[in-house]
């Protein structure tokens, strides 16, 4: 008898026991997971805080003050570089040039500015594609608008669209086309936006509250230098 | 306690201790990546500014590079501290300076920072091709009296031209020649066709640009001389054009660009070099001038000498030569187009000087 009414208590014990250590474990892992959430979080928004200073940064660095067309509250509206030729022969009526870019000009929504003049002249479309340049170039030919272009200067292919800081992301809109993102949506709108400063601009970015975590980073004033300027 | 209750508490400490390690990874992991990103922008933030900075450089020491020199076409590569700057002469009037550095120094592989410049530079050859005689006219001109003009070769200096006219003109129905002067030439009067950069640009600049260029400006009279100070040749004085006349004075080696804004009267004296006068020149009292004259409004040569070529630009404007003397002389037109020591200093486009780095 003594030794089956001390197996209850055994079993109690082993019960307690148990539930302190699930719940233990239940916990840890809980609040790992919350970790691994938050770290998570965190690199996008850090992410975003990059991505948003990189992108403009990267097109505005080359610009010349006539590339800004516009700086809002909110809104940058730039001139986009995309490529950059060479010309090197004219046949008929299409230029030939050397070309490196990013990708290949698209007569629907590029035009080509003259780098020493700062003449845009407007791309009607391509020509052939077999006249090279030189050994090892990549060649382009183009229909281009206005007077032949001496042998020589410089072409930059470019698109204008406009920067958006809107619906909690940065966003890129081309023309008539929607606002397409650039980044998550991590961004606080009330306190992220553009700011003119004399012949140069700066942008305030600012993260929107985090769900998870808070970032060391949480706000960023991006003064953007341009060599042209 | 048995040997089966030890065992389930080692195993569940081992699993807490492996959940701890993965999620202690993870948590590295995303660290990583954050270090990575940043020191990867670090690099290429800092390979850009490396790469700039070799570029302006090589703008700072261009008067050593002789780049002036270079063909349409040519490409110099110069190396120094694991950044390289290619340099091209795209046009006669435009060159483009490519930076290279490597996102780590002394890295042979992996990416590059690159940055991009355009220069602008006087256009010696344009300006040589224009040449096409000893008196290049666009307008009715006028060679009276005892007046000379020679078109000839010496085998002293190099000529890249072709053989050069006496007289080279759009309207050779409009040249007066008088009894007693001479016009000699490869041929002696040639109808020019050559295309010419419209006025009031000059070897691919604008007046603004070229009078950037100048050693020196000039106004109203002058009667040029050379000028020592201390026994050395005086650059600083204003008349000091140097001298074509005494091959061992301390300024014979002194040729400058001297550009007049308006009208120039040279009233006797010497001198030598590249002459730009946007308004009406007049040159007599027995003056002696070696190199080139450019002028935009009419030109009036009494009792004087020329060695060199005059570029008589205006298409209204007349010429006229009185007891003259223009004589082709290559020589001297070399000296004025490659020895002005600012001349071939470059200049920056007036749109943009660097362009983006794709």
């Known amino acids: ?229 | 306690m048995s040997p089966r209750r030890e065992g389930f508490i080692i195993a569940v400490t081992l699993l807490v201790m492996l959940l701890l390690e993965v999620l202690a990874g993870g948590m590295l992991l995303v660290a990583l990546h954050e270090r990575v990103v940043a020191t990867a922008r670090n690099d290429v933030t800092t390979a850009r500014a490396r790469a700039e900075t070799a570029i302006a450089r090589e703008v700072g020491a261009w008067k050593h590079g002789e780049f002036h020199r270079m063909r349409v076409g040519e490409v110099r590569a110069i190396e120094s501290d694991s950044t390289s700057v290619r340099i091209e002469r795209l046009r006669g009037d435009l060159f483009l300076l490519a930076g290279t550095a490597p996102l780590r120094p002394g890295a042979s592989s992996g990416g590059f920072g690159r940055a991009f410049l355009l220069l602008r530079a006087f256009d010696t050859q344009m300006l040589l091709q224009q040449l096409t005689g000893a008196l290049v006219l666009a307008a009715p001109a006028q060679l009276l009296g005892d007046t000379r003009v020679a078109g000839a070769l010496s085998t002293d200096c190099e000529w890249t031209g072709g053989p050069p006219a006496g007289v080279a003109t759009t309207r050779p129905d409009m040249l007066t020649v008088g009894t007693a002067a001479e016009v000699a030439g490869l041929p002696p009067v040639l109808l020019d066709t050559f295309p010419r950069e419209a006025a009031p640009r000059l070897a691919g600049l604008s007046l603004s640009e070229i009078a950037a260029l100048a050693d020196r400006t000039a106004t109203g009279a002058i009667t040029p001389a050379p000028a020592l100070l201390n026994g050395n040749c005086d650059k600083g004085h204003p008349a000091n054009w140097g001298t074509p006349l005494e091959s061992e004075h301390p300024c014979a080696d002194y040729v400058p660009f001297i550009y007049a804004d308006g009208d120039l009267e040279i009233a006797g004296g010497a001198g030598q070099g590249l002459l730009v006068v946007t308004g009406n020149l007049v040159v007599r009292h027995g003056a002696t001038f070696n190199g080139v004259i450019v002028a935009g409004g009419s030109v009036l040569i009494a009792n004087a000498t020329v060695r060199g070529a005059i570029y008589a630009r205006s298409p209204s404007d007349p010429a006229v030569l009185l007891d003259a003397s223009v004589l082709f002389e290559p020589c001297a037109i070399n000296a004025a187009l490659f020895s002005p020591p600012l001349l071939h200093r470059p200049l920056f486009p007036p749109g943009r000087i660097w362009l983006p780095a794709h």
């Open chain 1, 1 to 229: 008898m003594m030794r089956r009414g001390f197996i209850l208590p055994e079993v109690m014990t082993a019960l307690v026991l148990t539930g302190i250590v699930a719940g233990a474990l239940f916990a840890m892992v809980r609040t790992q997971v919350r970790l691994v959430s938050a770290g998570i979080e965190r690199t996008s928004r850090a992410d975003a805080l990059r991505v948003a200073s990189l992108v403009i940064g990267a097109e505005t660095r080359a610009a010349a003050p006539a590339d800004i067309h516009g700086i809002g509250p909110d809104s940058l509206a730039v001139r986009i570089f995309r490529g950059t030729g060479i010309v090197c022969a004219h046949e008929n009526d299409v230029t030939h040039m050397r070309y490196r870019g990013f990708r290949q000009p698209d007569p629907v929504k590029d035009s080509v500015l003259i780098a020493d003049t700062d003449e845009v002249i407007s791309v009607s479309g391509y020509g052939s594609m077999g006249r090279p340049c030189g050994t090892g170039e990549v060649s382009l030919g183009l229909r281009l608008g206005g007077a032949p272009q001496r042998v020589g200067t410089v072409l930059l292919v470019f698109e204008t669209g406009t920067y958006h800081f809107s619906t909690r992301a940065l966003r890129f809109r081309r023309g008539n086309e929607g606002r397409q993102p650039i980044t998550d949506e991590m961004l606080d709108d009330a306190h992220t936006g553009f700011t003119p400063s004399g012949s140069a601009f700066s942008a305030r970015i600012t993260l929107r509250a985090g769900q998870r975590a808070a970032t060391p980073f949480e706000r960023a004033l991006v003064v953007f230098p341009s060599l042209n300027r």
